[in-house]
């Protein structure tokens, strides 16, 4: 085998083994935050960039987890369901940008958290 060709040969298997580790490799830790009839349950949380929050409804009415500003949510638009979620049901949402985001329910405005994500 020529040194070119196995040049290349090395430099495909490089970068199959890349993209085997990058599918394989975890997202990140996954946290539960609970919704229930007094609000967020924890409503101040710290994680990583990649985490995961997964919103669960454990309350008997349906909720809106969002960003602030409400009604809008576009501080960060893309943390947004765009849905209520009923009674029992979860949405989870991948933190991808570092900062601090405040958020609250979309139908009870008056019930709210802060999430920081750090690098």
């Known amino acids: 085998m020529n040194a070119k060709v196995f040049g290349t040969a090395?430099?495909?298997?490089v970068l199959a083994?890349?993209?085997?580790?990058?599918?394989?490799?975890?997202?990140?830790d996954t946290?539960?935050?609970?919704?229930?009839?007094?609000?967020y349950a924890p409503a101040q949380l710290i994680l990583k960039k990649g985490?995961?929050?997964?919103?669960?409804?454990?309350s008997s009415k349906e909720f809106w987890p969002a960003s602030?500003?409400?009604?809008?949510?576009?501080i960060y638009s893309e943390f947004d369901p765009k849905r209520a979620l009923p009674a029992g049901?979860?949405?989870?949402?991948?933190?991808?940008?570092p900062g601090v985001w405040?958020?609250?329910d979309h139908i009870a405005?008056?019930?709210?958290?802060?999430?920081?994500?750090?690098?």
Do not use: M
Request: aromatic share 18%; hydrophobic share 40%.
């Open 17 to 28: 083994a890349f993209f085997y580790l990058y599918k394989a490799a975890p997202p990140g």
């Open 102 to 104: 405040r958020f609250h």
């Open 68 to 74: 602030n500003i409400h009604p809008t949510h576009e």
């Open 109 to 119: 405005p008056e019930f709210t958290g802060i999430i920081t994500v750090q690098e």
């Open 89 to 97: 049901d979860s949405w989870a949402f991948r933190f991808t940008r």
């Open 51 to 58: 985490d995961t929050i997964k919103f669960i409804n454990d």
């Open 10 to 13: 090395i430099g495909i298997g």
């Open 31 to 39: 946290i539960d935050v609970h919704f229930t009839e007094a609000g």
